[in-house]
């Protein structure tokens, strides 16, 4: 679609939108045909149709995506489809020294104070968060994940990756 739209009459396109509530699902699939090209899925059903056309009305009146869009998507997709797309390194938020940390775990607030090397806690000095984390929950976990410096997107149960 090109991206210059022509002379918009408005009422007239939301009339004709709100007219394909008002079709059969032989009409639409004439309709998609007729737009698109080729005939629809039959698995397509009545509502996929319906806004599928509406869009592409939209999309003749209005302008559709620009050029650098739709290569960009293009891109995505063979990337995708090709499984080459770029893995995402997991983001770990660094607490800097003096922030304090809380988790609620079984009822109880704990607090952590970060330091430039290592952390306290209770008024004892540990080497990392994970430490901590063991010593609260009585199993190993993740310091970062189990303080919320990691999203659980990034790591399976109880921290490990």
Sequence with gaps: MTRRPRAIDREALAAEIAGLSKL????LRERWKAMYGKAP????GR??????????LQERAYGGLKPSTRRLLVRFGEESASGSSPKKKPQIRKAQPGTILIREWQGNAHRVTMLDEGVSF?????RSLSEVARE?????WSGPRFFGLRSPVME???GTP
């Design 24 to 27: 059969g699902i032989d009409e």
């Design 41 to 44: 899925s039959m698995e397509l």
């Design 47 to 56: 509502s996929f149709l319906t806004r599928a056309i509406a869009h592409r």
């Design 122 to 126: 209770n008024g004892k000095r540990y």
């Design 136 to 140: 609260i929950t009585g199993s190993r």
């Design 156 to 158: 399976n149960n109880h």
